[in-house]
């Protein structure tokens, strides 16, 4: 599955240090999301776009900043970061952000926060 | 209050049948059904959606009775490869009044050998 792409795969950051997240959608989609996996624990979906709108903010820490300057891409800046935000982060991109819409998930960053 | 209920974990040998059960009492009218599938350290991958009755496709079979506050996901004759997390999801409306998905804690099937 190539339709949504993430950069990088694996990512090692200190506390002090920033970073970005990259996602790339190939598919058309006017929705993108950001989702957190940690380990053993459900997806928390943190943040979703709607034709560059940002239409979900999950409570999510100011250290993790979203952009999307357009539909087909989605950056997630991150600044500050706790070793408690450890995990697998996923992009995901639908058609709309709508429950019908079946979401495609690119394949994940492994972050890890020392 | 959660959207929807499954069983955290199921075990299954191979070539066997497996029907995994979501509870969703509070399914609103418009709410569709969907099923999500996800092997460990990848994005979970579409398998099945449906509204009432029953749907079929090349992976997997889906059964919602009428009053659909359950759905039942058919595996016919599983493989070791279907070792994965089950989500079962329904929609919702967050306050901006866009339709959201919520991914539960899943159901973890292992199949034996």
């Known amino acids: 599955e190539t339709g949504v792409t993430q950069t990088p795969r694996h990512l090692v950051m200190g506390m002090t240090n920033k970073k970005s997240l990259k996602c790339e959608q190939h598919l058309g989609h006017n929705a993108m999301y950001w989702y957190k996996q940690s380990a053993k624990k459900p997806l928390e979906l943190m943040f979703v776009?709607?034709?560059?709108?940002?239409?979900e903010n999950n409570s999510v820490p100011s250290r993790f900043s979203p952009e999307c300057p357009n539909s087909s891409h989605l950056f997630l800046h991150l600044h500050t970061l706790q070793p408690e935000d450890s995990a697998l982060y996923l992009c995901?991109?639908?058609?709309?952000?709508?429950?019908?819409?079946?979401?495609?998930f690119g394949p994940g960053t492994r972050l890890t926060v020392l | 209050l959660a959207k929807t209920t499954q069983p955290i974990s199921m075990d299954s040998y191979e070539g066997q049948e497996v029907n995994i059960t979501c509870s969703h009492n509070?399914?609103?009218?418009?709410?569709?059904i969907t099923w999500y599938q996800q092997f460990p350290s990848q994005g979970p991958r579409f398998i099945i959606q449906?509204?009432?009755t029953k749907v079929t496709n090349e992976v997997a079979s889906l059964f919602i009775p009428a009053d659909r506050k359950s759905s039942t996901l058919s595996l016919p004759r599983v493989s070791l490869s279907d070792t994965a997390v089950y989500y079962c999801?329904?929609?919702?409306?967050?306050?901006?009044?866009?339709?959201?998905?919520?991914f539960g804690i899943g159901t973890k099937l292992q199949v034996i050998p």
């Open positions: 776009y709607n034709f560059k709108e940002q239409t």
């Open positions: 995901a991109s639908s058609q709309v952000s709508s429950a019908t819409d079946t979401q495609y």
């Open positions: 449906g509204y009432k």
């Open positions: 999801l329904v929609g919702d409306i967050n306050s901006g009044g866009y339709q959201k998905v919520t």
């Open positions: 509070n399914i609103a009218t418009n709410d569709y």
